[in-house]
């Protein structure tokens, strides 16, 4: 592993989430962008299935290590997510950290974004990046300006726009696949999901979900967002008591880290399928689904739609039709992966590791 770095913000305070263990990534890049003065950090995992690919994440962060240990957890998430996936690309993410209590205006996150494309030119085309959480396809075009290694540009300059209509389409897609394994029947008719977060996708899912039938409880830190619920008929619940409700499915689709052992403690639901990264507090959070009986969609599995569609539409000869097959099987990986965890005795975590893994194997 290489790390490069330039000074970076005083520390005001020690991120206890941050590994103590050197990462077993390939490449960490951290710096100082010298337009912006943000510490941005790009952490590629592994590039042994091909290109890392895997987001920017624009966010605040109380110190800017806690930006780093972001950037490890996800960067090897898109390692997993993209070998189950069945992609030709390695696991990367990079995060620019904003301080606390700083807001930026339009100017300074241009500049952060000349900054972003800078560090990941830097890294010869080891890590490609995209939007993701604070960003958008119009910031990756900024990016565009400092370098070639990103994808998901508007599409009036020629690019895929956001995938964010492709995640949800396979959360979707996980979501029925999940009923039909709990339940026996993929019908989604009558059945109770919470949806915790009604952001870019959380919003399309309830949409979604609402004209399949489905009965919605929602929740969202933004106030603004009831304004869906009421749309959609959908029950609104302060977001601290979302996974107390008693439904069939819960649906983490904000930050990573909700499911604790006090949530999963609390839940009174028969699965969570959610378009959220990280959603386990920690690995053994995987084992305390398990013993409770409830079943867990791997995130890295259900919410591949994006990132699939992001390298598939890139593609100059990408067919639509078979995009959207691809994305619409990732419902079949997840009933492969709840299947293996119940034959095996194992966790779905496990499971899904076991799937990713054998086919970066496969690839020495």
């Given at each position: 592993?290489?790390?490069?770095?330039?000074?970076?913000?005083?520390?005001?305070?020690?991120?206890?989430?941050?590994?103590?263990?050197?990462?077993?990534?390939?490449?960490?890049?951290?710096?100082?962008?010298?337009?912006?003065?943000?510490?941005?950090?790009?952490?590629?995992?592994?590039?042994?299935?091909?290109?890392?690919?895997?987001?920017?994440?624009?966010?605040?962060?109380?110190?800017?290590?806690?930006?780093?240990?972001?950037?490890?957890?996800?960067?090897?998430?898109?390692?997993?997510?993209?070998?189950?996936?069945?992609?030709?690309?390695?696991?990367?993410?990079?995060?620019?950290?904003?301080?606390?209590?700083?807001?930026?205006?339009?100017?300074?996150?241009?500049?952060?974004?000349?900054?972003?494309?800078?560090?990941?030119?830097?890294?010869?085309?080891?890590?490609?990046?995209?939007?993701?959480?604070?960003?958008?396809?119009?910031?990756?075009?900024?990016?565009?300006?400092?370098?070639?290694?990103?994808?998901?540009?508007?599409?009036?300059?020629?690019?895929?726009?956001?995938?964010?209509?492709?995640?949800?389409?396979?959360?979707?897609?996980?979501?029925?696949?999940?009923?039909?394994?709990?339940?026996?029947?993929?019908?989604?008719?009558?059945?109770?999901?919470?949806?915790?977060?009604?952001?870019?996708?959380?919003?399309?899912?309830?949409?979604?979900?609402?004209?399949?039938?489905?009965?919605?409880?929602?929740?969202?830190?933004?106030?603004?967002?009831?304004?869906?619920?009421?749309?959609?008929?959908?029950?609104?619940?302060?977001?601290?008591?979302?996974?107390?409700?008693?439904?069939?499915?819960?649906?983490?689709?904000?930050?990573?880290?909700?499911?604790?052992?006090?949530?999963?403690?609390?839940?009174?639901?028969?699965?969570?399928?959610?378009a959220a990264n990280n959603q386990l507090a920690s690995?053994?959070?995987?084992?305390?689904?398990?013993?409770?009986?409830?079943?867990?969609?791997?995130?890295?599995?259900?919410?591949?739609?994006?990132?699939?569609?992001?390298?598939?539409?890139?593609?100059?000869?990408?067919?639509?039709?078979?995009?959207?097959?691809?994305?619409?099987?990732?419902?079949?990986?997840?009933?492969?992966?709840?299947?293996?965890?119940?034959?095996?005795?194992?966790?779905?975590?496990?499971?899904?590791?076991?799937?990713?893994?054998?086919?970066?194997?496969?690839?020495?």
């Amino acid at each position: 592993m290489t790390i490069t770095h330039a000074p970076a913000p005083p520390a005001a305070e020690v991120n206890a989430a941050l590994p103590t263990e050197a990462p077993d990534h390939e490449r960490v890049l951290i710096t100082r962008g010298p337009r912006s003065g943000l510490t941005i950090i790009v952490a590629v995992h592994s590039t042994r299935l091909g290109q890392a690919l895997g987001g920017a994440r624009l966010w605040r962060y109380s110190h800017w290590t806690d930006g780093l240990a972001d950037a490890l957890r996800l960067s090897q998430a898109m390692t997993m997510k993209n070998a189950a996936a069945g992609l030709a690309r390695g696991g990367g993410k990079s995060v620019v950290a904003i301080p606390a209590g700083v807001t930026l205006d339009d100017a300074q996150k241009r500049d952060a974004m000349l900054d972003l494309g800078d560090a990941v030119e830097s890294l010869g085309g080891a890590y490609m990046t995209a939007e993701d959480v604070g960003t958008s396809a119009e910031l990756m075009a900024v990016v565009h300006e400092r370098t070639e290694h990103v994808c998901g540009l508007p599409a009036e300059q020629g690019g895929v726009g956001e995938p964010a209509d492709a995640t949800a389409a396979g959360v979707h897609a996980s979501i029925i696949a999940t009923l039909g394994h709990v339940f026996g029947s993929t019908d989604a008719t009558g059945r109770h999901l919470v949806i915790s977060g009604l952001g870019q996708v959380g919003g399309r899912l309830a949409r979604s979900l609402a004209a399949a039938g489905a009965r919605l409880t929602v929740t969202d830190v933004a106030a603004d967002k009831r304004a869906l619920a009421d749309e959609l008929g959908a029950a609104w619940v302060d977001p601290a008591d979302a996974h107390r409700v008693e439904a069939d499915v819960f649906v983490p689709c904000g930050l990573g880290g909700v499911l604790t052992p006090e949530v999963v403690d609390e839940f009174r639901v028969r699965a969570v399928v959610g378009a959220a990264n990280n959603q386990l507090a920690s690995r053994d959070v995987a084992r305390l689904l398990t013993e409770r009986r409830i079943v867990w969609a791997p995130d890295f599995v259900v919410n591949a739609g994006g990132v699939i569609y992001l390298d598939v539409a890139s593609e100059p000869d990408a067919d639509q039709a078979a995009l959207d097959a691809r994305i619409a099987g990732i419902g079949e990986t997840v009933v492969a992966v709840l299947r293996d965890a119940e034959q095996r005795g194992s966790t779905t975590l496990e499971a899904a590791e076991r799937l990713a893994r054998a086919r970066l194997d496969a690839a020495r």
